[in-house]
């Protein structure tokens, strides 16, 4: 199956702009779709298919893609956006991949 | 609102087959809409897709879990389940039940909606 990799770690200052990317030859044929995962609960979906966000999800969280890298961007990122990010795709046989996280601190 | 809720034994021995349901609620598994997945994560490590089933039955697996995988679907009780053979201590995971959607005829996935996950440890 095709892989799709993530930076490990970002840090942000609250308040200021931060971006997560996924890169993976899979993202040139599909949209990544991106989940928020805080210590001891279930990931959320935040961002699916182009840019779009699940009701709740708060406009400063957005997504673009180009080439074989997807970017989860927050915009004036919050206390409360402190958790590991998850990147998801498909591979071209129908695979579920999975990024392997990045954990964002917001300092 | 779709919900999704995992339950059995948070202790398996090892040798012995790993068994999980997903109770759906809020929609029915037989609506046609989603794939019913199931998700893993080992503690402290990243997200595993294990497999999923559609209501007709049909279902599809990570190669690396195939041989050991079953994945079924009970729309009766708009149930599906996850049993997982001759387990060792590498199948000690948090275990997610959550439900894969299309999006808009691309192609791509996104799932939406997740339970809240019940952690399995596998005894020696």
């Known amino acids: 199956s095709s892989e799709v990799t993530q930076d490990p770690a970002v840090s942000v200052a609250l308040g200021q702009t931060v971006r997560i990317t996924c890169q993976g030859d899979s993202l040139r044929s599909y949209y990544a779709s991106w989940y928020q995962q805080k210590p001891g609960q279930a990931p959320l979906l935040v961002i699916y298919g182009r840019d779009k966000r699940p009701s709740g999800i708060p406009d400063r969280f957005s997504c673009s893609n180009s080439g074989n890298t997807a970017s989860l961007t927050i915009t004036g990122a919050q206390a409360e956006d402190e958790a590991d990010y998850y990147c998801?795709?498909?591979?071209?046989?129908?695979?579920?991949?999975f990024g392997g996280g990045t954990k964002l601190t917001v300092l | 609102q779709v919900q999704l809720q995992e339950s059995g034994p948070g202790l398996v021995k090892a040798s012995q087959t790993l068994s999980l349901t997903c109770t759906v609620s809020g929609g029915s598994i037989s609506s046609g809409n989603y794939y019913w997945t199931w998700i893993r994560q080992h503690p402290g490590k990243g997200l595993e897709w294990i497999g999923y089933i559609y209501y007709t039955g049909s279902t599809f697996s990570n190669p690396s879990l195939k041989s050991r995988l079953t994945i079924s679907v009970d729309t009766s009780k708009n149930q599906f389940s996850l049993n997982l053979s001759s387990v060792t201590a590498a199948d000690t995971a948090v275990y997610y039940c959550a439900s894969l959607a299309y999006y808009s005829g691309s192609g791509s996935y996104y799932m939406d909606y997740w339970g809240r996950g019940t952690l399995v440890t596998v005894s020696s």
């Open positions: 998801n795709s498909r591979d071209s046989s129908g695979y579920v991949v």
